[in-house]
Each structure stands twice: as C-alpha cells, then as structure tokens.
C-alpha cells in the first residue's frame, strides 16, 4: 500500500548517542520534509529534499543531518545526542503540482 | 519570510453550536493556505486548501487578503470535530504551519 512510514515509533537514548531516525515512502514522491514540533507548539521546518542527492536546512536551525540517496528514503542523523533534541519529528512528502503534504506518524524521541 | 498565527490555543465548543478557528499570515507574495488537522492517535492530514474552495466535513474557509486571514468555520460543530487544527501557508517552496488550536467539542 502507497503509504509513508517512520520508525521507530518511540525512541529513547541516552545523552551521547548517535541515532537514525527512518522514514521511508512508497508513492514515488520526489519531495520530502523533516519537521520538529515540541508540545504544543508549532511544526518547524529543518530539512527537505526535492529528490536523490538534494537536501537544504530549514527553517529551524537544527544539529541534525539527512540524506536522500535513493527516492523513496529520508533518513535523519543524529551524531551525538543532546536532551535538547527532545522532540517530536515528523516526516512527510509530496507529490507533484499543488498535493498535500502526506505525513508519517512521527517519532517521539526523548534523550535522558 | 512567512508566518502563520492561531490565536487560540484551545477551543471548547457545545455540539451543534458554530465553530471558527482563527488563522492570520503574513506572506509578501499570493499566499496558498491550508488547514491540517491531526484527530487523537491519527497522522497529521490535509482538511482543506483554499484554492480548491470546498467544503470537507461541513468546514470551509475563506481567504480574506485585507484582513490576511484564513479562518476555518462550521456551523454546527458534532463531536467527532474534536481534533488539532493548523493552519498553513506555502510560500518561497515552502510550507509553514502555524501553532495549532486544540478543539474540543462538549456533548
């Protein structure tokens, strides 16, 4: 099923890891986004990609890194963990022309 | 750059009585707006765009360029509306998405 799918679901590491956060779509989107929310607040940008071997920063400033290698995968890259990166991230892609952005369930990532 | 503001963090409605949520942008070109909406333990979807000019679930939205406001309206809310709501605007390839309002519908 065409379909966009992060994992994991939830996520909790310690303060120094390095961890990846998945995010995989099977539409054929060329476009795909990477937004942090905190609770309550608003989704920010940090980074997107119109297709294979293009990837820009958002928005927000973030410590983070991605990389879009083959179409249908976005992973995002954490070196080393912070209790800042706490958050909720968000991944999502469109289609071509005026389409909506179709986003996954998230990852919830606390960092102790 | 653009920006996106929703007042109301929380909204509590009785059922069957009309709802707005209120939504201003700011955006220097021909803005797209949009209203996602995210119901309890589901993703983030598209409810409307306003160049489509439809009605979704009995909610539709107007864009006011004077005012530069996209407002979400319906006029008898159910309870099923119970939801987080936000507002978008897409400009400079991008879309920015406003804070969000929690609506909750009272039986």
């Known amino acids: 099923e065409a379909d966009i799918y992060q994992t994991p679901r939830y996520l909790v590491i310690g303060t120094g890891k390095k961890i990846t956060l998945e995010c995989s779509q099977t539409m054929g989107h060329d476009k795909m986004y990477w937004y942090q929310q905190d609770p309550g607040m608003e989704l920010h940008l940090i980074h997107y990609s119109y297709g294979v071997n293009s990837t820009e920063k958002g928005d927000l400033s973030s410590e983070s890194t991605v990389s879009r290698i083959r179409t249908e995968h976005f992973p995002l890259t954490l070196e080393s963990a912070r209790p800042s990166h706490t958050s909720q991230y968000l991944c999502?892609?469109?289609?071509?022309?005026?389409?909506?952005?179709?986003f996954g369930n998230g990852t919830r990532l606390t960092v102790t | 750059a653009q920006r996106v503001t929703q007042p109301e963090k929380l909204l509590s409605v009785f059922k069957g009585a009309p709802v707005e949520l209120k939504c201003n942008y700011s955006y220097s070109g021909s803005p797209e707006l949009f209203w996602y909406v995210q119901y309890s333990r589901q993703r983030l979807q598209l409810l409307l765009r306003?160049?489509s000019r439809e009605s979704i679930k009995g909610f539709t939205a107007d864009l006011n360029k004077g005012e530069t406001s996209f407002h979400l309206k319906k006029p008898f809310a159910q309870e099923e509306d119970s939801a987080m709501y936000y507002c978008a605007v897409f400009g400079n390839e991008k879309l920015t998405f406003g804070t969000g309002t929690r609506l909750t519908i009272i039986p």
């Open positions: 306003h160049i």
């Open positions: 999502a892609s469109e289609g071509e022309g005026y389409s909506p952005l179709h």
